[in-house]
């Protein structure tokens, strides 16, 4: 049982991460707590955008579209590796998912299959946007990937979770298949080995 960690907590916790961060507007009051609860958290999950084009990408994410407002995540991760802060708060991004993979994020125990739709993650999760198209092709660049390790590393680290607090969208919601070009697996054994 976490209380989420305040903006400039986490603004601190990201540079002391070594993470290039950029604060876009007026961040820290961007969210929809007016729509329900955030927190207490739980992890952190990670997505990737369906987007192109870091700038545009950026405004997508922190002012949403027609039928689902900003902000889309809290950080937004390009291609270059810079961590762009869009939202704090209730941010949505991770939609309904499995109470089953709640309850094991929560005792960073192995993942069940997330076959229910039964739960609100935009509650219990920091969640990261990741710049790619998600088509598999769409190359993610070695910048991205050790952004997105460490700003995941950087929560951990601040609320004492393992790697196994940190899961993709399609680890959570049934039919996403977010992030795509790499596995979690794979990811949460750079996190774990950062994390030492
Ligand atoms: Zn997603």
Redesign the pocket.
């Given at each position: 049982m976490a209380s989420p960690m305040s903006a400039g907590r986490f603004l601190d916790a990201l540079r002391a991460e070594g993470v290039t961060v950029v604060e876009v507007g007026d961040w820290v009051h961007h969210n929809r707590n007016h729509k329900g609860p955030w927190g207490p958290v739980h992890g952190v999950m990670i997505?990737h955008t369906a987007s192109s084009g870091g700038e545009r990408t950026v405004e997508i994410c922190r002012d949403g579209y027609a039928g689902l407002p900003g902000p889309l995540c809290h950080g937004v991760i390009t291609k270059d590796g810079t961590v762009h802060l869009v939202g704090y708060g209730r941010a949505n991004?991770a939609g309904l998912g499995d109470d089953d993979v709640l309850r094991a994020v929560i005792a960073e125990k192995a993942l069940p299959p997330d076959n229910e739709a039964d739960t609100d993650g935009n509650r219990y999760f920091y969640g990261f946007e990741c710049e790619n198209l998600g088509d598999g092709e769409d190359p993610w660049p070695q910048a991205q990937l050790e952004a997105i390790e460490k700003a995941a590393a950087a929560v951990c680290r601040y609320h004492g979770w393992t790697e196994r607090s940190v899961i993709g969208?399609r680890e959570w919601q049934p039919g996403?298949v977010?992030p795509k070009g790499f596995t979690m697996a794979w990811l949460r054994e750079r996190i774990h080995e950062r994390l030492k």
């Open positions: 997505h991004h969208h996403k977010d």
